[in-house]
T-cell receptor, first 117, second 111 residues
Framework: DVKVTQSSRYLVKRTGEKVFLECVQDMDHENMFWYRQDPGLGLRLIYF???????EKGDIPEGYSVSREKKERFSLILESASTNQTSMYLCASSFPLLAGGSQETQYFGPGTRLLVL | GEDVEQSLFLSVREGDSSVINCTYTDSSSTYLYWYKQEPGAGLQLLTYIFSNMDMKQDQRLTVLLNKKDKHLSLRIADTQTGDSAIYFCAERRGAGNMLTFGGGTRLMVKP
């Protein structure tokens, strides 16, 4: 079974703090993703990584950075947390799309609910 | 506005069928997905359909795709209280790795 774990289920931080959200997957997936989930907005992609040390901006990268030093670990960093970053953060991983167009499934972690005061 | 749209809420009685609808805008979508999110949990892939198909059935789940109208639906037969969750549709465009998600439909099943 694929397992995607996130370091915390709940976090409370103060405005201006630096926040690290960690995600680890055990299936040797090349792709890893960070989303935020807000009511009525669904999931919005913040960043994704398709290989170690490689990253691409998603739809809403402002205020975030990421780090992928090892294949199994993808970190989301809030350099200076703000109240509008209060949200549920979901990590996902997948194999890359295979040549020929086979579907790739994204497997999700349980989420980290972050509250910024 | 969002590229993938869903209604926010659906309520059904236990034993009835549920139909959750989704519309998308990009005709280059290759795969369309349905994910389920139970309270306090991450997203779980339920099923997917390739864009050259118009129907896929998997036990109680039936996915219908109308590519002309860019409309996707998920039908759950004999809905149970354990089906209460938020359901997200998502599309993948072309050969890219990224998915675009709808806002989610909260399904409430009344006993």
């Amino acid at each position: 079974d694929v397992k995607v774990t996130q370091s915390s289920r709940y976090l409370v931080k103060r405005t201006g703090e630096k926040v690290f959200l960690e995600c680890v997957q055990d299936m040797d997936h090349e792709n890893m993703f960070w989303y935020r989930q807000d009511p009525g907005l669904g999931l919005r992609l913040i960043y994704f990584s398709y290989d170690v040390k490689m990253k691409e901006k998603g739809d809403i990268p402002e205020g975030y950075s990421v780090s992928r030093e090892k294949k199994e670990r993808f970190s989301l960093i809030l350099e200076s947390a703000s109240t509008n970053q209060t949200s549920m953060y979901l990590c996902a991983s997948s194999f890359p799309l295979l040549a020929g167009g086979s579907q790739e499934t994204q497997y999700f972690g349980p989420g980290t609910r972050l509250l910024v005061l | 506005g969002e590229d993938v749209e869903q209604s926010l809420f659906l309520s059904v009685r236990e034993g009835d069928s549920s139909v959750i609808n989704c519309t998308y805008t990009d005709s280059s979508s290759t795969y369309l997905y349905w994910y389920k999110q139970e309270p306090g949990a991450g997203l779980q892939l339920l099923t997917y359909i390739f864009s050259n198909m118009d129907m896929k059935q998997d036990q109680r789940l039936t996915v219908l795709l109308n590519k002309k109208d860019k409309h996707l639906s998920l039908r759950i037969a004999d809905t149970q209280t354990g089906d209460s969750a938020i359901y997200f549709c998502a599309e993948r465009r072309g050969a890219g790795n990224m998915l675009t998600f709808g806002g989610g439909t909260r399904l409430m099943v009344k006993p």
